[in-house]
């Protein structure tokens, strides 16, 4: 039976289950675990208190919905896009036009209010979490440097909330299977402790068209521990230590020539992640201190055939290494008046990165990528490489620290409230390159007898030097808010800074080193390292206006915003011309962004609700000139114009106070995406529509649902290589089942 026939009995079904409904519904979608918002340390009231864009989700709310990573946030949040690669390896986050495909994230994460550094390590799975809250806009003022888009807040299941077990086993269509346990416990009144395992395995989704192999399998395994001592009244101490290992193919990219997705080397990722995250709290008369220590660890290790065709043209290996530790000192104070209150700290870090990433070149790479370029330019002296193949090696050794001071005050007058802030972050960092290559070729010379050995060149290059980075920025907030009368809400205006750091071009360095062997054989042009390596920060100013309303009694909450935002040297992942193995960040001149959205969620009845929320973004170059062309007047690669999310949920008791189902249809809408500068290759608006029942008893659910129901074809990626386009398919329809057991 197909995935459409299948759905369409599951929503038949459905429909006719409605049927049992009991005349009487009680409230059986609220319990203990469905919390609406858990505020952040950094938060100085509610979120939909606050002068902020924010989309909160309850755990709940991703059980039913199925969202089990980061990724799954773009189906429901506006404005708010993270493109599939295709593979774990990154966390690419645009919002209102602003994001980052390599390097520096521009949207923070916080889980249990720790700073993940490293995007590489933002696409894990959710499991056992009580709430996901994301800030839009840029949130810079408290949370520092790469937030200027936004911050994601997770916050995981407390055993001070939930004792017992929690048990959940997945199975798909698509041969993906995905179970975890978690045992959560109170030793005593001020004491609890859990401990959460997960493990998931899919075969995968797309073939590789030439050995038949699926390319997208994955292997994935987390475990997380959470302590919460209450020490006495006025102290408290949290910890939450986990640790995943996964390995996995991927970059299933389709050629646009061909719409084949064929290579002929093998590609995966492997990543191990360590994080530990204590936090200490005291609570005193006038102020309280929240002193929050991590120390996190990730070691990953990428090998792609970077040419995605099946040929033999080079292979690029990437080794990660990285030690990062922070401290955040928070101090509020505890106002009873609820006149003045404010917020002040002190935040440091410092990480340290190993990096080996070597590009292999191979015997059609060496024809055609070199020695067709020497001959053709000296054909009188032709050459042939001593071997089929060879590495250009780069390591990298990239510390990294920096310091914070912030602060945040916060004044009611009547309905009126007046928030200021400030911030001042400093930053170093330093590059520690070595790029060396030992290989060599023969030349010949062409005379009236043909052709004959002339002579041999060894090539021996063996670069090191050092690159230093400081940032320094200033970074204001300041927003009015407004209280209505009877509790309907608030609305607001803010201006705040954005502000996303600088760093190095390391994946150039392949391309530094092809082009100093070029130079060796009388070609090419010299590369100023210190040039292509380093880009500049990227800063903008935001201005916003919005609003979060509760109308007719509560059944209807409905959360707006309009911004537009002014940005310089606003970070791009372009991929140079010609036949080069790298991508290159660089820094577009200026460029603008503007829109709005809204969220709603209607409660009707006891038994129904509606949720839906719209984005609209108009991203577009202002200033950008790349030497070659001037894209000024273009659309931004990877912000969609418009982001859509619908859903319909029913519940319905069958029994008082017993069991219940519960039927819910969403649909899901992106588009236009630009995929590059020059907006030559774009996917336009698609839709996909999901379906879902769910059987509650007594802490048992069984859910089945449906993806992508209608099989839509769309693509999420771009990605050039040697000046040929290769896309990433979306996934196609999907169905699965899901059990959960609390007890």
């Known amino acids: 039976m197909n995935q459409k026939r299948y759905m369409t009995l599951l929503l038949l079904g459905a429909w006719a289950g409605g049927a049992l409904c009991a005349p009487e519904p009680p409230d059986t979608l609220s319990t203990t675990l469905d919390e609406v918002s858990v505020t952040a340390v950094k938060q100085m009231s509610a979120l939909r208190n606050d002068p902020t864009a924010v989309s909160i989700l309850s755990g709940k709310e991703l059980e039913r919905l199925d969202i089990v990573s980061i990724k799954g946030i773009s189906d429901v949040v506006p404005n708010f896009f993270m493109a599939d690669y295709g593979s774990r390896i990154t966390s690419s986050i645009y919002v209102r036009g602003i994001g980052a495909r390599m390097d520096q994230p521009s949207v923070g994460l916080?889980?249990?209010?720790?700073?993940?550094?490293?995007?590489?390590?933002?696409?894990?799975?959710?499991?056992?979490?009580?709430?996901?809250?994301?800030?839009r806009?840029?949130?810079?003022?408290?949370?520092?440097?790469?937030?200027?888009?936004?911050?994601?807040?997770v916050t995981t299941l407390s055993p001070m909330r939930y004792q017992g077990w929690r048990i959940m086993a997945q199975a798909t269509s698509r041969l993906a299977f995905k179970g975890s346990a978690g045992w959560y416990h109170r030793f005593a009144d001020n004491v609890g402790f859990s401990v959460t395992g997960a493990y998931s395995h899919a075969r995968g989704e797309f073939k590789n068209g030439y050995n038949g192999k699926y390319l997208d399998w994955e292997r994935n395994f987390s475990l997380r521990s959470k302590l919460h001592w209450r020490v006495s009244p006025e102290w408290s101490l949290r910890n939450t230590l986990s640790s995943g290992y996964l390995r996995q193919g991927g970059y299933p990219y389709e050629y646009k020539e061909t719409g084949r997705i064929e290579y002929n080397d093998t590609c995966f990722y492997r990543r191990f992640t360590i994080a530990d995250g204590l936090t200490a709290r005291y609570v005193g008369?006038?102020?309280?201190?929240?002193?929050?220590?991590?120390?996190?660890?990730?070691?990953?290790?990428?090998?792609?055939?970077?040419?995605?065709?099946?040929?033999?043209y080079f292979t690029i290996t990437q080794k990660k290494r990285e030690t990062a530790v922070t401290q955040d000192v928070v101090v509020r104070n505890n106002d009873d008046s609820g006149v003045y209150s404010w917020l002040g700290g002190i935040f440091g870090f410092y990480k340290h990165l190993d990096?080996?990433?070597?590009?292999t070149f191979k015997d059609t790479g060496i024809r055609e990528l070199i020695e067709d370029n020497r001959n053709n330019a000296n054909p009188s002296h032709p050459i042939s490489w001593r071997s089929r193949s060879f590495p250009l090696n780069s390591e990298f050794t990239i510390p990294t620290w920096g310091v914070a001071a912030y602060h945040e005050s916060v004044v009611s007058l009547g309905r009126w409230r007046i928030t200021g802030g400030l911030r001042l972050d400093y930053e170093r960092a330093t590059l520690d390159y070595h790029s060396f290559c030992d290989t060599g070729y023969d030349v010949f010379r062409i005379t009236d007898n043909g052709r004959e050995f002339y002579r041999t060149v060894d090539i021996d290059i063996d670069d090191r030097g050092q690159l230093h980075r400081d940032f320094l920025n200033l970074l204001p907030k300041i927003a009015v808010e407004y209280e209505l009368e009877d509790g309907l809400g608030n609305v607001y205006a803010k201006v705040s800074k954005g502000y996303k750091t600088g760093g190095f071009n390391t994946q150039m360095f392949s391309d530094v080193l092809q082009q100093r062997l070029m130079n060796i054989m009388g070609i090419g042009s010299r590369y100023d390292v210190d040039d292509i390596v380093g880009y500049k920060p990227e800063k903008s100013w935001n201005y916003e206006i919005g609003s979060h309303l509760n109308l007719f009694s509560g059944r209807v909450e409905l959360d707006m915003a309009a911004f537009y935002i002014d940005c310089r040297d606003q970070q791009l992942t372009m991929f140079p011309d010609g036949t080069t193995t790298g991508r290159i960040m660089t820094n577009a001149g200026k460029t603008r962004s503007y829109g709005v959205e809204a969220s709603l969620t209607y409660r009707p009845g006891e038994r129904l609700t509606f949720t839906g929320s719209y984005g609209y973004t108009d991203a577009r170059f202002r200033k950008f000139f790349n030497g070659i062309d001037n894209f000024k007047g273009k659309y931004l690669p990877y912000a969609p114009g418009n982001t859509l999310f619908l859903q319909a949920l029913w519940s319905c008791p069958l029994t008082p106070g017993g069991a219940s189902l519960a039927f819910d249809v969403n649909m899901r809408g992106v588009g236009k995406i630009y995929w590059n500068e020059s907006n030559t290759e774009v996917q336009d608006f698609y839709a996909l529509l999901g379906a879902g029942v769910t059987f509650s008893s007594s802490g048992f659910s069984a859910q089945l649902w449906g993806k992508n129901l209608t099989d839509t074809r769309y693509r999420t990626f771009y990605f050039m290589s040697m000046g040929n386009s290769f896309f990433q398919r979306g996934r196609g329809a999907e169905s699965g089942i899901t059990i959960r057991y609390n007890f």
């Open 137 to 153: 806009g840029p949130q810079s003022t408290l949370y520092g440097r790469n937030t200027m888009a936004g911050v994601i807040n």
């Open 110 to 135: 916080n889980v249990d209010n720790v700073p993940y550094l490293n995007k590489d390590a933002y696409d894990f799975d959710l499991a056992d979490i009580a709430s996901v809250e994301m800030l």
């Open 355 to 359: 990096m080996d990433a070597p590009v």
């Open 285 to 312: 008369d006038r102020f309280n201190v929240t002193s929050i220590t991590s120390l996190q660890y990730i070691d990953d290790n990428m090998t792609l055939d970077q040419d995605f065709l099946p040929l033999d």
